[in-house]
């Protein structure tokens, strides 16, 4: 009867034993596979190779008119030539498609794919605008206008920003006609942020276009 007792006792103690083993190994391949699990299924949208976006750190340019783009490219976007914002504004330099059209863009889609001729409407955008503001140049760089001293690529910045007869308005009345858009962003502000580069190499031109 005790010899009974005893192999129950010893058969109970390797049961318990086998049924721990086993259990602890479950637990550790689940910690084990929630420590980083890549698959698609646990995502509420397809996961994003992180290159896809283009995004780099502003390079250190200086303040060059290479300096003054990549400035205005790494604030509006972060440099990503492939982000849309949630009012529709398209890629490094988030134009509308409006500006597009006006620079001979007709494909926002394809634009938004190709990071050349993003480069390419920038230079044409602001081509334009300083042709449009030409005038507005001449006579207001190195005056102050809210306690901001106004330069020429400041202007073609917030040109960029608010379109250039935003920018005629507010260095017209003397600051006192602003602008700001949807996220609250200024023509004052653009104004100091982007002032000081040399914008020289930009020429003034009424009809430019963007072609690569």
Do not use: C
Request: no cysteine.
């Amino acid at each position: 009867m005790v010899k009974k007792a005893i192999k129950f006792s010893i058969l109970v103690a390797v049961l318990t034993f086998v049924s721990l083993g086993f259990t602890s190994k479950k637990e550790a391949n689940v910690l084990k596979n929630n420590k980083k699990n890549t698959s698609s299924e646990l995502f509420t949208v397809n996961p994003i190779d992180d290159n896809y976006f283009g995004k780099a750190p502003i390079p250190f340019t200086g303040q060059s008119y290479l300096g003054f783009k990549e400035a205005v490219g790494f604030k509006e976007s972060q440099g990503n030539y492939f982000v849309v914002n949630t009012l529709g504004y398209l890629g490094k330099y988030q134009f509308g498609k409006g500006t597009l059209e006006m620079i001979g863009i007709y494909n926002p889609q394809a634009f938004l794919k190709n990071p050349k001729l993003q480069e390419k409407a920038f230079e044409a955008n602001a081509s334009r605008n300083k042709w449009i503001l030409r005038k507005d140049i001449q006579r207001s760089v190195g005056k102050r206008i809210n306690g901001v001293v106004v330069t020429e690529s400041g202007i073609l910045a917030a040109a960029h920003l608010a379109g250039p007869g935003s920018v005629k308005k507010y260095l017209r009345s003397g600051g006192r006609q602003g602008f700001s858009d949807a996220y609250g962003t200024t023509v004052k502000y653009y104004m100091k942020r982007f002032a000081g580069y040399d914008v020289s190499s930009i020429k003034a031109d009424k009809k430019a276009k963007a072609r690569v």
